[in-house]
């Protein structure tokens, strides 16, 4: 059974410029939840999305926004990209909802210079 | 607000000796608990959770952890440590009472288990 593949691994951007981050979720997962992961802040809650809604959001700038299609895979797009966006970005689904627990796939590690 | 402490950036211990890693939270209900080892470049992958029940957990790769609401803590243990559990591990809660909340993590503590 393959896991969460998330696309690209790495990415090197300009600063200003946008990107968009792609999460593939386990076969019949429909949560799907994006995180930030940096050393000084650690894990922060970007977003949450179950069935194409956006069920929850966290505590980012509308820079940053996400979506789901029909079959479960998301997006996240970053726009006017900031240095302080250079993270590990990680995107999480669940089979039933987000206490069922999550697999997170192995993240794409954004570089902004 | 809802939150969660690792009161230890790093644990050593000895292979074959117990593990214990640490996390205390803070939340106005009742909590939903998980614990997450994350591999050198790679995802968080998901060990044990405690949403009800028995206060014992158990879990993944002979992992177990207990709830002790009285103390707010779900310390993470083992009985013997293996090298290969050294990694980075994660608590992290979730209050379901409070509609849209969703899981605070703790910063991790890194484990290293000496051989």
């Known amino acids: 059974k393959a896991g969460v593949t998330q696309t690209p691994r790495y990415l090197i951007k300009t600063r200003g410029q946008q990107v968009t981050l792609s999460c593939s979720p386990i076969?019949?997962?429909?949560?799907v939840s994006w995180y930030q992961q940096t050393p000084g802040q650690g894990l922060q809650f970007l977003f949450e999305?179950?069935?194409?809604?956006?069920?929850n959001k966290g505590n980012f700038p509308g820079r940053f926004s996400g979506r789901q299609f029909s079959n479960s895979r998301s997006e996240m797009n970053v726009s006017t990209l900031e240095l302080g966006d250079s993270a590990l970005y990680l995107c999480a689904s669940s089979f039933r909802d987000r206490d069922y627990g999550y697999t997170f796939g192995s993240g794409t590690r954004l570089t902004v210079v | 607000a809802q939150s969660v402490a690792q009161p230890e950036d790093q644990v050593n211990v000895a292979e074959g000796n117990p593990l214990t890693v640490k996390c205390t939270y803070s939340?106005?209900?009742?909590?939903?608990l998980f614990w997450y080892v994350q591999y050198p470049n790679r995802g968080l992958q998901f060990l044990l959770k405690?949403?009800?029940?028995?206060?014992l957990v158990k879990g993944s790769y002979g992992f177990e952890a207990e709830f002790n609401k009285s103390q707010t803590s779900f310390h993470l243990k083992k009985p013997s440590a293996l090298v290969s559990d050294s990694a980075l591990y994660f608590c992290?809660?979730?209050?379901?009472?409070?509609?849209?909340?969703?899981?605070?993590f703790g910063p991790g503590t890194r484990l290293s288990v000496l051989p």
């Open positions: 076969s019949g997962h429909r949560s």
């Open positions: 999305y179950f069935s194409e809604t956006q069920r």
């Open positions: 405690y949403i009800t029940g028995d206060n």
């Open positions: 939340v106005s209900g009742n909590p939903y």
């Open positions: 992290a809660v979730r209050d379901p009472v409070r509609a849209g909340q969703n899981f605070v």
